[in-house]
């Protein structure tokens, strides 16, 4: 049985971990989070006290945690995991972080003859609790080949963007993306409901056209409309604001990078960040953004 040291258990690190224990593997897991944690042991994860000890006797380490100075952080430097890890051990970490910072993690874990990939996930916390999420993967390809089995307990689509930090460009792109599509299909909600039409009957009728996409037909932000997902309960859990703000941000800077032009993601980041300035916008799912254009009760 292959042991897989798991370290970050949050809405999508979680179900994750729980997946590789019902397909067979030993997971020993680490969060800052106790009742993360206790929810990983009550899932069949091993408890560890801590990330280093998480190391111990593990053939893989998976991380996902939110930005990339938490991955910095746990992985480079004098006290970092890379100094602990055995040349062995294969490392795949699937947090969304820069490019750049990707690349220096492969590269530092390379000089220890440790294999590394960025492998950053899409499809939210149902993909994630189900076991279909999609994997963009940077790295070598032999190293993915590796990694293939552990991935696949977890997710149904792997992908090969290309080399170290790749896995990271192909994510920014898609969630610059999803913004995008998410704004538009509350904008285009909106203006049916405020010119009386049912919210779910507009749905069927744009998802059956032109106008059907993602945001739409898997995750749709109007309340009522669709069971399962985050409008449904009132925004709560699900990829919040705050990250599809990192997440923007990191697409931003990375156009800049290259001199890119994306006005509509610049626009999705504006839109996002007047949505997140109350602090309690911030921790709601992303499609809360349907509330921007909501009108007021008696309006």
């Not at 990983?40 to 994860?45: D, E, L, P, R």
């Not at 004098?78 to 062995?88: A, D, F, R, T």
Request: charged fraction near 15%; glycine fraction near 12%; include cysteine.
């Amino acid at each position: 049985m292959e042991k897989v040291a798991f370290i970050g258990l949050g809405n999508m690190g979680g179900p994750m971990a729980a997946n590789l224990v019902k397909k067979g593997f030993a997971v020993t897991a680490f969060d800052l989070s106790q009742p993360m944690l206790d929810m990983a042991v009550s899932n069949g994860c091993k408890r560890a006290d801590s990330a280093h000890s998480a190391l111990e006797g593990a053939d893989v380490v998976v991380s996902m945690l939110p930005h990339g100075e938490a991955v910095r952080s746990l992985y480079l430097g004098v006290h970092g995991l890379l100094q602990g890890m055995n040349p062995e051990t294969l490392l795949i970490d699937c947090s969304t972080i820069s490019a750049s910072d990707a690349r220096q993690l492969i590269a530092a874990a390379g000089e220890r003859g440790i294999e590394a990939l960025d492998a950053p996930v899409s499809g939210g916390t149902a993909a994630a609790a189900a076991g279909t999420l999609s994997f963009m993967c940077g790295g070598e390809e032999k190293t993915l080949e590796r990694a293939r089995p552990v991935l696949s307990a977890m997710g149904t689509n792997i992908f090969h963007a290309g080399p170290a930090g790749s896995g990271q460009v192909a994510k920014i792109c898609n969630n610059m993306l999803l913004a995008i599509h998410m704004i538009g299909t509350a904008e285009a909600l909106q203006l049916g409901v405020d010119n009386g039409l049912d919210p779910k009957v507009l749905s069927e009728i744009m998802r059956a056209s032109s106008g059907g996409n993602w945001s739409l037909e898997k995750y749709n932000p109007y309340p009522g409309v669709m069971e399962g997902v985050p409008a449904s309960r009132d925004y709560a859990g699900g990829f919040s604001v705050a990250l599809m703000l990192k997440d923007l941000g990191l697409a931003m800077d990375t156009a800049a990078g290259s001199a890119s032009s994306t006005p509509l993601g610049a626009l999705a980041k504006n839109l996002y960040q007047l949505h997140g300035g109350d602090p309690i916008n911030r921790v709601l799912d992303f499609s809360s953004i349907q509330n921007l254009f909501r009108r007021p009760a008696g309006d």
